[in-house]
């Protein structure tokens, strides 16, 4: 599984937005493309992305920015890399939970790996939050 670029970049934006949470600030879309050396038009229409998904929220003016529509421990990086990747099973076959229950045979155990592929791949990003990277 390889995410993109506008994963990667969401993710590490989020992380620099989770860095100042709590404080009450805001972090402007400059500096996050500053400090992770993303494009600042690029990055905007991820900021974006993430906005409409419910992950931040923005402010004008000269204190605007951008900080959290949720505390850090209550975003997964599953639930952020979803929105922009759409499913992470490895193969559509595997994409519904249902397939795990499929009778054992020699024609699908092949599909069994990648159910036990999607299941592990799931488990640690639903299991990693933007706390966990941050503190």
């Known amino acids: 599984m ?6 990667d970049y969401a993710l590490r934006a989020l992380v620099e937005i989770s ?5 009450g600030e805001y972090i402007s879309a400059k500096e996050i493309s500053e400090r992770q050396d ?3 038009k690029y990055l905007e229409q991820i900021l974006t992305s993430l906005k ?3 992950f931040i929220e923005s402010r ?3 204190n605007g920015g951008y900080t959290l529509a949720r505390k850090p421990e209550d975003i ?5 890399i979803r929105s922009i990747e759409g499913s992470l099973a490895p193969l559509a076959c595997v994409d519904n ?11 699908n ?14 488990n640690v990003v639903d299991n990693t939050t933007l706390a966990d990277i941050c503190h």
Request: aromatic share 8%.
């Open 97 to 107: 939970k249902k397939s795990a229950h499929a009778p054992i045979n020699w024609k």
């Open 109 to 122: 155990r092949f599909q069994m790996v990648m159910t036990n592929l999607r299941d592990a791949i799931d």
């Open 52 to 54: 409409r998904s419910g």
């Open 19 to 23: 860095l100042v949470y709590g404080d």
């Open 38 to 40: 993303i494009s600042l």
């Open 2 to 7: 390889k995410l993109s670029n506008r994963t």
């Open 60 to 62: 004008q003016g000269i």
């Open 76 to 80: 997964t990086f599953g639930a952020v």
